[in-house]
């Protein structure tokens, strides 16, 4: 059978052996809870409560502010102990409510089925769903979802793409997700496309997930919806990527999926947005994968937002010896961790935990001119030159050279024979260029 994918891009070990058969369990709310106000893109939330107050699970929290934003809901019930700043996956201190957990999970009274008929709701309804669920892409991007369906009218959106691609090393929580909540996704999406107008969704999920594509080819009869197997190659999953091998179409540099008539959400998305109009329920949970050779249990959890690492690890056996790593997402993509008392956000997919032994401990060298790097690319950059570039602080020949256009797969990181930590000198290079255009705007 033809697979369709993209140019470039690598082959890498996939490691999701370890927890790809494993159905997903409900790990027990904890004793407290810490939700950042800051855990999407955009503005961060505004607390709705005060220290001192009660709160009921489902209950919102924290309002959205501004055009790009979300709200926030409690994710367990009990009493605000703290409306202060707290560790934040980003490596500072973020306001953050935290809540002692009273046990009793008693549900908001606002908490209540819509009852919405897909086929028939009207798209600013569906866009206020979405904000008052809280949703944001849960692959990563964290971007508020409702955002993403406030459309021109010059802009008309001819396809709805879910993304169940997980290409990345290591992560099965939207595999099991797609295994063991196939009609809730496919309702998710029939809303999606509702909302934007679109004549047909595409469900992209790669090869190497055949219960995945048999549950999905299943659920979505009848519905004007196809499940597209891809290639399972990284990064698959990546917008562009993943528009490409679906539809053939190019998202032009600098533009959005909706400059080509096509808007990407995440699987774990559709599903949490089903979840709130079939249950009432926001988003105060998800499902993560917990992984990795220095972990003793490997498991796929759902858990609730605001849980600490610490919990986590401890409800999957500890760690096997000194941990080498932890990385809170997948091996290119996620962010190495230095502390436990980080919370689980709405954006969190996974937590592994590598072995010393996997770490590497041999310092970069310079570049050797391979070339390996400029194979790797899927975006068609020149990594090399930025590479000189960026580690000389030649910032105007780096954006020249396009590392605006980076979307920090971690491609040419990955097969560097001299180790040179591209991604991270990229990224740097980016947010000097980001600040110096906010301080001359």
Known sequence: MFLKTFRKGIHLPGHKGLTSSLPIEILPSPQQVV????????????????????????????????????????????????????????????????????RTDEWAPEIFPRHLDPERAES?????????????????????????????????????????????????????????????IVFGLRVMLRAAGASKGYIVIEENKPDAIAALNRAVQGYPIEVVPVKAKYPQGEERMIIYAATRRVVPVGALPAAVGV????????????????????????????????INQPKNLEVRIGTLLEDVLNYCGGFKGNPGRIILGGPLTGSAQY??????MKGTSGILVQTEAET??????????????????????????????????????????????????GSCAYVCPARRPLTQMFKNTKNKIIAAKRKTS
Do not use: W
């Open 339 to 344: 502390r436990l008392d980080l919370p689980i």
């Open 35 to 102: 939700l950042p106000l800051s855990q999407h893109i955009g503005a961060p939330a505004e607390p709705l409560v005060s220290v001192g107050d009660q709160v009921l699970l489902g209950q919102k929290i924290a309002e959205a502010q501004g055009m790009v934003s979300a709200p926030l809901h409690a994710s367990v019930a009990g009493k605000i102990i703290a409306i202060e700043p707290r560790p934040h996956v980003c490596g500072k201190m973020v306001t953050a409510i935290v809540i002692e957990n009273n």
């Open 263 to 294: 808007i990407v959400n995440n699987v774990a998305t559709a599903f949490a947005l089903a979840e709130f109009i079939q249950s009432g329920r926001p988003l105060i949970s998800r499902i993560i994968t917990v992984t990795g050779n220095g």
């Open 124 to 184: 600013d309804e569906v866009r206020e769903i979405m904000k008052e669920a809280g949703l944001v892409g849960m692959g990563g991007a964290a971007f508020p979802t409702h955002v993403k369906y406030n459309l021109s009218p010059d802009q008309p959106i001819d396809y709805v793409i879910l993304n169940g691609a997980e290409c990345e090393p290591f992560l099965t929580c939207d595999h099991r997700l797609m295994v063991e909540k196939p009609d809730r």
């Open 360 to 409: 590497p401990k041999t310092a970069p060298s310079v570049c050797i001119r391979c070339g390996k790097c400029v194979d790797a690319c899927p975006f068609n950059l020149l990594p090399n030159f930025l590479g000189l570039y960026c580690e000389h602080d030649q910032i105007d020949k780096a954006e020249a050279y396009g590392v605006l256009d980076c979307r920090e797969c």
